[in-house]
Each structure stands twice: as structure tokens, then as C-alpha cells.
């Protein structure tokens, strides 16, 4: 299979909004333990600007103090194409686990992507593509993975660039052309969070795969809550879609402390 720059692809794993994840073998240059690696190689050539903004943005994310963020080890241009390499988790994602998981472990992961947006907002990042996709299990809870790189490699882009994938965890002020925050991160880790306990996204089973009618669909409609929901759930996640920003928790840290109490709750009625 072919790969690029020193980067020899194994296998795809899928598309994202903006590129394409390939597992693929690390070069012995990187240094790493692992023998394999996510290689993310974005779709379309990358200007020398957006290039900077890029990289200097994965530089933020791969020395921001948390554990929880997926490390990041590597970022290139080869051919035209930007590039950059990750840390390869095999349990899978929060959409697609590999392995029967609990849910009070899909809410960890969720507590961890929590954890690991707060760490990334005290640096002054927002990360713009929170969704079940991007929040990967592992042995030990969850990491937060693939910063939203969209806005920086193609400025300007709004409903277009936020392409269909992942629609739905994202907060409606950004579809109107808000800027990213942290706010609009809490809006994101509460539709997260409903889909781990639910399986569901807040907008049920949304019609069409066009951007532009998918963005007018989800404007048009509100947040359903499931009413699976247990009542700490159903406010917590309530709080954080909530229109008003000011009403949502101040920080992602507080979103990861509440969502804590869910895990233990759904783990005492796991063992009960």
C-alpha cells in the first residue's frame, strides 16, 4: 500500500471531515515505543500560511498539560499535502468501539475528552471537532483526539467547511459563524456525552447527507433529550446545549467533575 513522506500506510481507518486517517508503520525516526500509527493526511494542498497556523496549533495541542489528549508526534507537508502523525489506539472510538464496553466506561471517555479540553482552553484552543469519533477508549478511560484543524487550513469556510461528518455535535452558534470557544467545545461534549449513554444524537435520525441541508435541518429543529436519561444526566447535558452560553458550566473541567458522578452511578447499577 503506498504512504507518505517516511510514513509506510498499513491500512485506512476512515474519513474525517477534512482528511483521511491511515494506520500506517512509525518510522524509527520518531522515536516512539509503538510500532504503528495514525497518520492523518488532509485533503487538497495546504498554503505555507495555513501550514504555520496548522502546525503551530498541533504544537499547542501535543505539549498541552493533559493526558488525555491523543499525543501528537510528528507533522509534515510531502508532495503538497499537509500530514501529521498520532498515537494509535486500537479500542476504537466512543462511535465505533472495538470491544463491548459499559457505559459507565463510553462516560469515562467522555470525562477524559472533558479533562483534555480544559487542558487545551487554558492555552488559549479551542477544539473545534468534539464528537464520539474522536473521543478514543483506552485501557484506562478515554483520550481526546484530531484537533479541528477545518477553519485553520481553509479560513473562512463555515457550514461548507464543517462538512457532514460530526454535524450534530456541533454547536448551532458555529453553524452561524460564531467562533470556536470553549464554550461551543461544552456545547459538543454535552451532545457527546448523550450519544455514550444513549447511543443517540440529540437530533434523532437526521435525513440527507448534504451539508447545507443537514446545517438548515439541525437550525430548524431543537435538542431532543432520550428519556433514558437519569435526571443528573439529562442536566448536565442540558446545561451544556443550552442556547445561552452563559448558562452552560464556565469550563470543561466542571463538565468532567459532573460527568464523574455519572460514571460512578452507572457503575453501582452495573454491579447492583
Known amino acids: 500500500m503506498q504512504g507518505i513522506a517516511d510514513y509506510e500506510f498499513v491500512r485506512p481507518l476512515g474519513e474525517s471531515n477534512y482528511g483521511t486517517n491511515y494506520l500506517a508503520t512509525a518510522p524509527a525516526r520518531l522515536g516512539v515505543a509503538a510500532d ?19 502546525t503551530r496549533e498541533l504544537k499547542h495541542f501535543s505539549v498541552a498539560d493533559s493526558d488525555r489528549l491523543v499525543a ?13 502523525a498520532m498515537e494509535f489506539l ?13 457505559a459507565d466506561r463510553l462516560v469515562a471517555a467522555v470525562r477524559d475528552a472533558a479533562l483534555a479540553a480544559h487542558a487545551l482552553h487554558e492555552r488559549g484552543i479551542a477544539h473545534r471537532d468534539i464528537k464520539p469519533a474522536n ?3 483506552a485501557e484506562d478511560g478515554g483520550r481526546l483526539a484530531d484537533l479541528g484543524l477545518s477553519q485553520l487550513l481553509s479560513p473562512g469556510m463555515v457550514t461548507t467547511g464543517l462538512g457532514q461528518i460530526g454535524l450534530e455535535f456541533t454547536d448551532p452558534a458555529i453553524m452561524l459563524g460564531a467562533q470556536a470557544s470553549r464554550a461551543s467545545d461544552i456545547w459538543s461534549l ?9 447511543g443517540k444524537g440529540v437530533y434523532g435520525d437526521l435525513k440527507g447527507t448534504e451539508p447545507l441541508l ?8 431543537q435538542p431532543t433529550l432520550s428519556d433514558q436519561l437519569s435526571t443528573d444526566a439529562r442536566s448536565l447535558i442540558a446545561a451544556c446545549l443550552d442556547a445561552d452560553v452563559t448558562a452552560r458550566p464556565r469550563t470543561a473541567s466542571e463538565v468532567a467533575e ?3 458522578g455519572l460514571v460512578t452511578e452507572l457503575g453501582s447499577a452495573v454491579q447492583g
Open 135 to 137: 473521543i478514543l477508549l
Open 72 to 84: 501528537v508526534y510528528d507533522a509534515g507537508r510531502h508532495g503538497g499535502a499537509f500530514y501529521y
Open 36 to 54: 504503528e500509527v495514525v497518520v492523518k493526511v488532509i485533503a487538497g494542498p495546504t498554503s505555507d500560511d495555513a501550514f504555520r497556523r496548522a
Open 214 to 221: 443537514l446545517v438548515r435541518s439541525i437550525l430548524a429543529s
Open 90 to 102: 486500537p479500542l476504537g472510538s466512543l462511535e465505533s468501539p472495538h470491544g463491548d464496553f459499559g
Open 258 to 260: 459532573r460527568v464523574s
Open 190 to 198: 454535552g451532545a457527546s456525552l448523550h450519544f455514550a449513554i444513549t
